[in-house]
């Protein structure tokens, strides 16, 4: 009888590799990305789950190599992890790995103080994230097109000044003054601010505003009045939400990379914000998390690996959060991170 077929990669349709060069091919990867130093046969033979012979080693690296997994920079030195080779191990990862005691303590901590306004809270979250990994890390908000009121309320200030606050469904916080041409009793006020919360739930600051802009002409109410134009200016405003994205942690790219021109590359990119949105996407939608070296499909990144997860609000996917590493980063550790961190500030803007 013979032996089976290893079933085929989901990704590049080609056999899988038997268990033992699987294990061996693991251990290489494992180590290089520990140690950035070509891996020889002898010390892939003393890896733990490794039984055979470093002569056993050397015959099924070289075939690794033949495959496409492995390569050697110099001759007589060991292999380092090709593309395919990373791939193959991110794929055969079996569970998300475990951060340290001290990595969670710290996402814990964040989040549990992290409050104000969205976009100083996503900035941080990249540096949260830069630390907890050592790579850059960027943050994509959702379009603020797409963002719907969660809630609008009016806080008086004055007899003729209020706060008309609104709460999108991205975490955006939306404040406008407004002021009246005559004072403006508190239980009116109130009255105003019911109506106008149920009212505007569930729509976009810009379909709210051409509704109550359209029905200007038979409601002569002076609150009502100073609401529309108000909604007029925050509809109007591109802002909110912020169509940038945030880029924290860049400072690690010299240690992260070996080649001062790859760190120039990749900081290049990351200036390109439509490049960055883009790429993420992209990715996404190959149903990939990870994206290695060429995968990416932009040659400056072609010893760049891109970790990407989407955070989500109250069930919704609305944005993108990642981390820009090379080839030889941390997978396990910085999938973790990412997955983790996703869903702790996803879960920190649903509660507003």
Do not use: W
Request: proline share 6%; hydrophobic share 45%; with cysteine.
């Amino acid at each position: 009888m013979t032996d089976p077929t290893p079933p085929p990669s989901p990704l590049t349709g080609e056999p899988g590799l038997d268990p033992r060069k699987a294990t061996i091919l693991r251990a290489v990867v494992e180590e290089y990305i520990e140690t950035a130093v070509p891996v020889g046969s002898g010390h892939v033979a003393r890896a733990p789950g490794v039984n055979v012979s470093s002569a056993t080693v050397r015959n099924d690296m070289a075939t690794l190599e033949q495959d496409g997994f492995l390569q050697q920079p110099h001759t007589s030195a060991g292999r380092v992890p090709t593309d395919k080779g990373y791939r193959f191990f991110v794929d055969s990862l079996q569970a998300p790995a475990v951060l340290a005691a001290a990595d969670s303590n710290q996402i814990r901590s964040f989040f549990a103080q992290a409050h104000g306004e969205l976009e100083q809270m996503l900035a941080d979250t990249t540096r949260l994230l830069s630390s907890l990994t050592h790579y850059a890390a960027v943050v994509v908000p959702p379009p603020p097109e797409t963002a719907t009121i969660r809630s609008a309320q009016l806080v008086g200030l004055t007899s003729r000044v209020a706060l008309f606050v609104v709460v999108l469904s991205n975490g955006v916080i939306e404040k406008h003054t407004i002021e009246f041409e005559h004072d403006v009793d508190e239980v009116v006020l109130g009255a105003a601010g019911a109506r106008l919360a149920q009212r505007l739930a569930g729509q976009t600051l810009a379909t709210a505003a051409v509704v109550d802009h359209a029905s200007a002409a038979t409601d002569r109410d002076p609150v009502n009045q100073a609401v529309r134009a108000a909604l007029v200016t925050l509809g109007g405003d591109d802002s909110s939400g912020a169509d940038q994205i945030y880029v924290g942690g860049t400072s690690q790219m010299a240690s992260a990379f070996d080649a001062v021109a790859t760190v120039s590359e990749v900081l290049q990119i990351l200036e390109q914000q439509y490049v960055v949105v883009s790429l993420l996407n992209d990715v996404l939608d190959r149903g990939l998390h990870v994206a290695i070296g060429t995968e990416t499909g932009i040659e400056p990144l072609a010893d760049c690996s891109v970790v990407v997860s989407t955070f989500q609000v109250e069930g919704e996917s609305v944005g993108t959060i990642g981390v820009f590493g090379p080839t030889r980063m941390n997978y396990p550790q910085a999938m973790a991170a990412v997955a983790i961190v996703s869903q702790r500030l996803g879960r920190r803007l649903s509660e507003g």
